[in-house]
């Protein structure tokens, strides 16, 4: 895609299948006003921090340093903030993945920050090999089951467009490990066209386990 078709559609998350059938999943951080930021693995989750030295090093606001990527044997849960960890605790306590992410997402609400961030989520079940994406905004709120076909990546974003829809949608989706996909989303196919990348972390899903990666360009 050329870099002429560019604009600027904050934070990033994709569901997506890989070219060999896995359920993937990665998270992109882009930011204009917050350019320092690190993409850190600690056990069985991924996190986005300040850059070691950066003017944010010692920030603990919620909006800069939050845990990104969670996963156990079932579920893999990516979101762009606090939602992430109670919408992971509420699937391992039974809760299906819509009723998990309803119920998160309309308690928090959106960032009631300047712009009314949307947060956005996607949730992989490994055993229905299902993938999900949900979003609540100012004035709506989503939870989507997303059809994927091998070499696919559907996906949403903060500012560009939080809703899940058919037209957003990656037919060139050629990743094939978390590292792939990490670099997919940050510049690869349709994602090439999104300004500011930060960082990334991707799951992938497959019959051996998860691979996890994180990508700090």
Known sequence: MSRA??????????????????????????????????AERIGDMVRIVP???SADAASD???????????????????NGTQTRPIFERLKAGNTVRDALVAVLAGLDREF????????????DRSSDVAYLASVTEDALSVTPVVLRPGTMAYISTY?????????????FVATTA???CRHVIDGSLFSRFDN?????ACVAGKAGVDIAVLNP
């Open 61 to 79: 606001s919620p909006y800069i340093a939050y845990e990104c990527l969670l996963w156990n044997e079932r579920h893999i849960v990516a979101s």
């Open 113 to 124: 920050d300047s712009h009314d961030t949307p947060r956005i989520c996607a949730v992989l």
């Open 160 to 172: 560009g467009s939080p809703l899940p829809a058919s037209d957003q949608t990656d037919p060139a």
């Open 5 to 38: 078709a560019s604009s600027y559609v904050g934070r990033i998350i994709g569901a997506g299948r890989t070219p060999d059938g896995n359920l993937t999943v990665a998270y992109r951080v882009s930011s204009r006003s917050f350019p320092n930021r690190h």
């Open 51 to 53: 850059r070691a030295g």
């Open 197 to 201: 990348p930060v960082c990334s972390t």
């Open 179 to 181: 590292l792939q996909a």
